[in-house]
């Protein structure tokens, strides 16, 4: 029998103010355990939240760029649990009447487009943190986290396969970024994903019984989570065996998912509105304030690369991927106004080196302005393609311009006509064999020979000089 997987996601992410939700406690990372708390976020008796108006607005900006309707009133509810992390025994969080509803974003495969439904997304504060000690039976609690605040965004189940699913994720990723409200951290905690995940037989319209992944801490641990869970499923039913609705952890070591806990329902949460938070109310007037303030945001980037700027389709997707690469490419096209020459290197040369370093475009130690340097000399014939690529990384690994690199090693390209036919005579000279099978059809042999002249000068000769010359005292 075939299946077919039904995927939604449940995304985190941890809103960039700086200070907590309902306090104002700070929200920075890697502080001494329990020093960013105050009576507010330990829920000590007595206490008083108060709404924190840049998680409103925040919450309001992910929503219209993800198309969302922003509702008027929205609140807030108390989701009631009992675990170490939360000294309330409950959470504020939104149920009933979240701030944003019925959404989407479209997703990019291969040569087609998808859109997801986005079901809500809502406001809510974040639990604490729980530290195990490895040699005893002990856990310490940190409660640094503890309103720190958090939307979620819940996907419809339109997902059909882990490549969907993971190219979703980096899609809001990318958004939230973009909007400058989430710094995107899987490892600090500030985006985190669970997924919940049944299978049906193909062509049915039922979905069957789903279980949720838990600790997903990237992009790849999802999708290879689903992957080994969508065949974990499929042995269970081929066997005759039933899918239990459960919690299952993903173990990126042995690349296994466990079972953690049965599948909490709503109503074992029992949510009630917050009696000492009032119902939101938003106008449409703070909204289209809002709404003026969004930046381009990644498909509308992509599109005007395509259409102002000629960049194939692909080229441009990969350079909108992040609002800092997308910026880096038009900063250097300000200065090298060539689009796809500069695109080609910076998916090149430049993210390859980036990706080997294990660094981000923040932290290039390229210039824009120095890339696009690089870029004329090679323009104006200054220096050849190949020479090119020899002082990209010698610009990384000193952090000077090409222009003092190409002066220092003497790096200049030889144009010089006569200079390169000299050098062409003494090899064609030296080859004789090689020219009469040339002469006779063999014009591969062409390749060997502009390559002994670039050997003879060390790279330095103008690749399309050394042609010419060599077809004319060839022959052709």
Not at 121 to 141: F, T
Not at 282 to 304: A, G, M
Not at 370 to 379: F, P, Q, R, Y
Request: with cysteine.
């Amino acid at each position: 029998m075939e299946f077919v997987p039904v995927i939604g996601l449940e995304i985190h992410a941890q809103l960039k103010t700086r200070t907590k939700i309902f306090c104002n406690c700070s929200t920075g990372f890697g502080a001494p355990p329990n020093t960013h708390v105050c009576p507010v976020c330990l829920g000590m008796p007595g206490v008083l939240p108060v709404l924190n108006k840049k998680v409103v607005e925040y919450a309001i900006k992910m929503g219209i760029a993800t198309h969302c309707r922003i509702n008027p009133e929205s609140r807030f509810a108390r989701k009631n649990y009992f675990y170490p992390d939360l000294p309330k025994g409950y959470q504020i969080s939104q149920y009933e009447l979240p701030i944003c509803e019925a959404g989407h974003i479209d997703i990019d495969l291969e040569e087609t487009r998808k859109r997801i439904g986005i079901t809500r997304i809502h406001m809510e504060e974040d639990a604490g943190k729980l530290i195990h000690d490895p040699d005893r039976p002990v856990s310490q609690v940190d409660l640094n986290r503890t309103g720190v605040p958090l939307i979620e965004i819940v996907s419809e189940p339109d997902m059909r396969s882990p490549e969907e699913a993971g190219a979703y994720l980096r899609k809001l990723h990318s958004v939230l970024r973009y909007l400058r409200i989430c710094d995107g951290n899987m490892e600090e905690g500030s985006f985190r994903c669970d997924a919940n995940i049944s299978i049906m037989p193909k062509g049915s319209d039922t979905f069957g019984t789903r279980t949720e992944l838990k600790n997903l801490n990237s992009f790849k641990h999802v999708e290879k989570a689903l992957h080994y869970e969508i065949l974990r499923q499929q042995e269970v039913i081929e066997d005759g065996g039933a899918i239990v609705q459960e919690t299952r952890l993903w173990n990126p070591d042995r690349g296994v998912t466990t079972s953690m806990r049965g599948k909490e329902e709503a109503h074992d949460y029992r949510y009630f509105p917050d009696p000492d938070l009032l119902p939101l109310v938003v106008d449409e007037e703070w909204v289209s304030e809002i709404r003026e303030t969004l930046p381009e945001l990644p498909d509308e980037k992509s599109q005007r690369f395509v259409d102002a700027l000629g960049l194939p389709p692909y080229d441009a997707g990969v350079l909108t991927a992040s609002r800092e690469l997308a910026d880096y490419f038009e900063d250097c096209v300000k200065d090298f106004s060539q689009p796809k020459t500069v695109s080609n290197w910076v998916m090149g040369s430049l993210l390859g080196l980036l990706n080997a370093e294990g660094k981000s475009i923040e932290g290039s130690p390229v210039s824009a302005a120095d890339l696009a340097g690089l870029l004329k000399l090679i323009d104006e014939g200054t220096i050849s393609g190949k020479i090119a690529k020899t002082v990209f990384e010698e610009m990384a690994k000193t952090g000077k311009t090409s222009g003092q690199i190409v002066e220092e090693k003497g790096l200049v390209q030889v144009s010089d006509v006569s200079a390169i036919a000299d050098i062409a005579d003494a090899i064609l000279e030296n080859n004789p064999g090689q020219v009469e099978e040339y002469r006779g059809g063999k014009t591969k042999l062409m390749g060997f020979f502009v390559g002994q002249v670039m050997k003879e000068t060390r790279g330095k000769a103008n690749p399309k000089v050394v042609n010419e010359v060599l077809r004319k005292k060839l022959g052709g």
